[in-house]
Antibody
Framework: QVQLQESGPGLVKPSETLSLTCTVSDGSISSYYWSWIRQPPGKGLEWIGYVYYSGSTNYNPSLKSRVTTSIDTSRNQFSLKLSSVTATDTAVYYC???????????WGQGSLVTVSS | QSALTQPRSVSGSPGQSVTISCTGTSSDVGVYNYVSWYQQHPGKAPKLMIYDVNKRPSGVPDRFSGSKSRNTASLTISGLQPEDEADYYCCSYADNYVIFGGGTNLTVL
């Protein structure tokens, strides 16, 4: 069973860059599409974007100007950077993986990131 | 792009069936057979229940089924059990990105 674990700061200041990393436990980093999905407190899910093991990426059009995803297959990790954050970026951020980009079979436990000064 | 439309809440008694709808447009649900459904219990990560409209991942009970007609997808849960009480989200591929529904809270009475 693929296990995912998010890591990164839980508090980010407004206008700064949010950075998260997801570690894939079993070496299957080259097998799936790896996505980031977020959920503001008490609200629904929002897809942020994905990175494939080849390095190809795709992003939510509403966030595209601020998002970068990358992958390091040697470390079994993929990462998210979201720039110029505001309070509306406060959310639980999930990393997830799937056979295809459009669904998500494996999920991390989620990492709460709060944007506040 | 707007979120897919789901009812805010549905309810049913143990043993009954419930259906949750997910309405999109001709740019997402209506044109792609890439609809998935997720179950989320409070404080937990979502779990994939249905993908490609009506396929179940290994381990998901066959009480869960999915369908689609034109721009609306549906998740049906038959033989409701107390542990089915959760939030449910639909999701669709849409012209090179992915869009979720707003979520439906299922109460098992």
């Amino acid at each position: 069973q693929v296990q995912l674990q998010e890591s990164g700061p839980g508090l980010v200041k407004p206008s700064e860059t949010l950075s998260l990393t997801c570690t894939v436990s079993d070496g299957s980093i080259s097998s799936y599409y790896w996505s980031w999905i977020r959920q503001p407190p008490g609200k629904g899910l929002e897809w942020i974007g994905y990175v494939y093991y080849s390095g190809s990426t795709n992003y939510n059009p509403s966030l595209k100007s601020r998002v970068t995803t990358s992958i390091d297959t040697s470390r079994n990790q993929f990462s998210l950077k979201l720039s110029s954050v505001t309070a509306t970026d406060t959310a639980v951020y999930y990393c997830a993986g799937g056979d295809y980009a459009e669904y998500f079979q494996h999920w991390g436990q989620g990492s709460l990131v709060t944007v506040s000064s | 792009q707007s979120a897919l439309t789901q009812p805010r809440s549905v309810s049913g008694s143990p043993g009954q069936s419930v259906t949750i709808s997910c309405t999109g447009t001709s740019s997402d649900v209506g044109v792609y057979n890439y609809v998935s459904w997720y179950q989320q219990h409070p404080g937990k990560a979502p779990k994939l229940m249905i993908y490609d409209v009506n396929k179940r991942p290994s381990g998901v009970p066959d009480r869960f089924s999915g369908s689609k007609s034109r721009n609306t997808a549906s998740l049906t849960i038959s033989g409701l059990q107390p542990e089915d009480e959760a939030d449910y989200y639909c999701c669709s591929y849409a012209d090179n990105y992915v869009i979720f529904g707003g979520g439906t809270n299922l109460t098992v009475l």
